[in-house]
């Protein structure tokens, strides 16, 4: 099956920098990648996502790319803000199931 | 429109005691799934449902049993609660999830479950 791998656990940075998050999966028939926020408390929060026949894609302060071949992705958050502190998850689905990374925790310190 | 609505919000059992989870979505969803989440393990599959009438299981499916009887609920059961069973179990369902066929899951606010 999957696997995901997802670097760093925790990731401190400073308000105004920027932040990258970076994911490994095992199962070349992946097709979809999408990333999620987790606030303390609540729901998982898809906030942007990539198939696999784009390379990269950016929505505001946030982008993903995607390297097919060496089968990786990363989530790159410019201009951080204290709101963006959070748990961040990277998945892979192939065969109609997600698999999740472990996660990262995101501190944005002003 | 409410998305997806779980029931219980929070449960205490004790080992042994039985209890079941309710996930309902009113997007007219195909596609349903449980999680669950432990810290520092993500979220992690245990069963998930392609359709009315259909479940099959996921990652970690010992221990649970699964039922989808209506389109717009799918059931998770523990038959004899363990104290390894405390987690916050988080629902979700897409429009389909098909290989080639990919879509956003939505989640469920969670119930947070210990057991005793």
């Known amino acids: 099956g999957e696997n995901v791998e997802q670097h760093p656990s925790t990731l401190s940075v400073q308000e105004g920098d920027s932040a990258v998050i970076k994911c490994t999966y095992s199962d070349s028939a992946s097709n979809y990648f999408p990333w999620y926020k987790q606030e303390l408390g609540k729901r998982p929060q898809l906030i942007i996502d990539i198939r696999s026949n784009v390379g990269e894609k950016k929505d505001q302060r946030i982008a993903v790319t995607l390297n097919k071949t060496a089968k990786h992705f990363s989530l790159h958050i410019t201009e951080t803000q204290p709101e963006d502190s959070a748990v961040y998850f990277c998945?892979?689905?192939?065969?109609?199931?997600?698999?999740f990374g472990a996660g990262t925790q995101v501190v944005v310190t002003p | 429109n409410a998305g997806v609505t779980q029931t219980p919000k929070f449960r205490v059992l004790k080992t042994g005691q039985s209890m079941t989870l309710l996930c309902a979505q009113d997007?007219?969803?195909?596609?349903m799934y449980w999680y669950r989440q432990d810290p520092g393990m993500g979220l992690r599959l245990i069963h998930y449902s392609v359709g009315e009438g259909t479940t099959a299981k996921g990652e970690v499916p010992d221990g649970y049993n699964v039922s989808r009887l209506k389109k717009q609920n799918f059931l998770l059961g523990l038959e004899s609660a363990a104290p390894s069973q405390t987690s916050v179990y988080f629902c979700?369902?897409?429009?389909?999830?098909?290989?080639?066929?990919?879509?956003?899951?939505?989640f469920g606010p969670g119930t947070r479950l210990t057991v005793l």
């Open positions: 979700a369902s897409s429009y389909r999830g098909l290989a080639g066929g990919t879509d956003t899951q939505y």
């Open positions: 997007m007219n969803h195909e596609y």
């Open positions: 998945a892979a689905m192939g065969w109609g199931k997600l698999q």
